[in-house]
């Protein structure tokens, strides 16, 4: 799977860092984390952007100059890592300007200057750190689309709230609702290296305020149905896409209604196919329940559509470009 080069980011935010609930340092603007936590530019993917790779490495930030590094055979997720392949993970810390990582399974690892030099198996592989971003980021809305946020307004979501150009996780639910369609939505998570689990970056959204593709800084992680990519309390995703936080990312969605008879006897559940920034994490999944956990919507289903419902979780989640293709 090829990615776009980096592009510059589009909006920045300006009272950074902000304090969460929870109390952890949390960045909304990359420019800022950059400046401000020297983790931030360790943190990320080392690798390879193509196929082809022997090693990929995700790093992990956790705080204070702590990490866990992923060491994925075969190259990075998307790239040639799969869940059947070996991932070792190794625990690190900031050692006079250099994270060493000791021995795991044979490997260990040291980052210095904006590289990783993986030792096992006899070898030492140093990988440089990259930035991939989604194939479909920015992608434009097709003729007939109903373009539901272009950084203009909030007009067509209900407790919709821009920030700098940005729609704010906010419980907003769109005005409007869908059938059949194909749906596209850019996302950012913020960084909070010292937060953990579901309070870090936490959002979802939520097909007819029912069915939530989880929103979460699950960077590195195993990819639960907990996590990015997953349905929440349905199905982890096939593979874990999520990108670093502070990176723009991309659900295009692929969403088919439950089917009624003439006396509205539901004939078939609500299907899905999801890709995480353009790979594929769900093919064409039957959503047999009536709806996920949290859902802000519940009780028996109708063939009268579904509204699109962006998550408050407590987190400075923000997204843009949101446009719905009906079919």
């Not at 080392?46 to 994925?72: E, I, M, R, S």
């Not at 810390?93 to 990582?101: I, L, P």
């Not at 919709?160 to 769109?174: I, P, Q, R």
């Amino acid at each position: 799977m090829k990615f776009k080069h980096s592009i510059p980011f589009l909006f920045i935010l300006g009272s950074l860092p902000l304090i969460a609930a929870d109390k952890s340092p949390t960045w909304t603007d990359p420019a800022k984390a950059s400046k401000e936590d020297p983790d931030f530019n360790i943190q990320g993917e080392y690798g390879k952007n193509a196929t082809g790779a022997d090693l990929g490495v995700q790093v992990v930030a956790l705080g204070k100059g702590k990490f866990d590094a992923y060491v994925l055979e075969g190259g990075l997720p998307g790239l040639g890592w799969t869940r059947e392949k070996k991932r070792t993970r190794l625990s690190g810390s900031t050692e006079a300007g250099v994270v060493k990582f000791p021995e795991v399974n044979g490997y260990s690892a040291e980052i210095r200057e904006g590289k990783i030099t993986v030792s096992g198996s006899g070898k030492k592989s140093t990988l440089p750190r990259i930035q991939r971003h989604s194939p479909t980021l920015g992608a434009k809305p097709p003729a007939g689309a109903v373009v539901l946020f272009d950084g203009s307004s909030a007009d067509r979501w209900d407790k919709g709230k821009v920030v700098d150009g940005l729609l704010a996780a906010t419980n907003a639910m769109s005005k409007q609702s869908f059938k059949d369609c194909t749906i596209h939505i850019e996302f950012r998570t913020p960084y909070k290296p010292e937060a953990r689990g579901q309070k870090r970056g936490n959002s979802g959204v939520y097909y007819g305020g029912r069915w939530e593709t989880q929103i979460l800084d699950s960077f590195g992680l195993d990819g639960k149905m907990n996590e990015c990519g997953g349905i929440y309390s349905v199905a982890a995703s096939k593979l874990n896409m999520c990108l670093p936080p502070l990176t723009w990312q991309t659900y295009d969605v692929e969403l088919t209604a439950a089917r009624f008879d003439k006396d509205g006897k539901r004939t078939a559940w609500p299907r899905i196919t999801v890709k995480l920034n353009g790979v594929l994490v769900h093919d064409d999944l039957e959503l047999a329940k009536t709806h996920t956990a949290a859902a802000p919507v519940k009780g028996p289903l109708t063939g009268t559509g579904y509204p699109i419902f962006l998550q408050n979780h407590g987190n400075p989640v923000f997204y843009r470009n949101i446009w719905v293709k009906e079919k």
